[in-house]
């Protein structure tokens, strides 16, 4: 089973940028789909972008106008990089490991291992 764990949050200003890492081990990470999900307090983790093992990219909404989800197996390392930061974006990111596939992984039960999450705050 792989192990993930994010890092790269903190606090930002409105407009600015942030990336996020995810760091795997125990498995090979080239063969996993890799997702990205947030939380907020009281509301259900949501999906915010996919990468699947051949490097094909889904975002919900229009996260894909700001945000871009990329992995560099190589190094065993997803990242999230958001930019154009706003306050609807504070929330705790979440990086997963999902099974090795071409289609649409993006309910939080398609993921089968999960990091502690690290919290972006976006605030003036």
């Known amino acids: 089973q792989v192990q993930v764990v994010e890092s790269g949050g903190g606090w930002v200003q409105p407009g600015d940028s942030l990336r996020l890492s995810c760091t795997a081990s125990?498995?090979?990470?080239?063969?996993?789909?890799m997702g990205w999900f947030r939380q907020v307090p009281g509301e259900e983790r949501k999906f915010v972008a996919q990468?699947?093992?051949?490097?094909?990219?889904v975002y919900y909404g229009g996260a894909g106008d700001r945000f871009t989800i990329s992995r560099l197996n190589d190094k065993n390392t997803l990242y999230l990089q958001m930019n154009r930061l706003n306050p609807e974006d504070t929330a705790v990111y979440y990086c997963?490991?999902?099974?090795?596939?071409?289609?649409?992984?993006?309910?939080?039960?398609?993921?089968?291992?999960w990091g502690q999450g690290t919290q972006v705050t976006v605030s003036s």
């Open positions: 990468i699947n093992y051949l490097g094909g990219k």
């Open positions: 997963a490991a999902g099974p090795k596939t071409i289609g649409l992984l993006s309910r939080s039960s398609d993921f089968t291992a």
């Open positions: 125990g498995h090979t990470f080239s063969d996993y789909t």
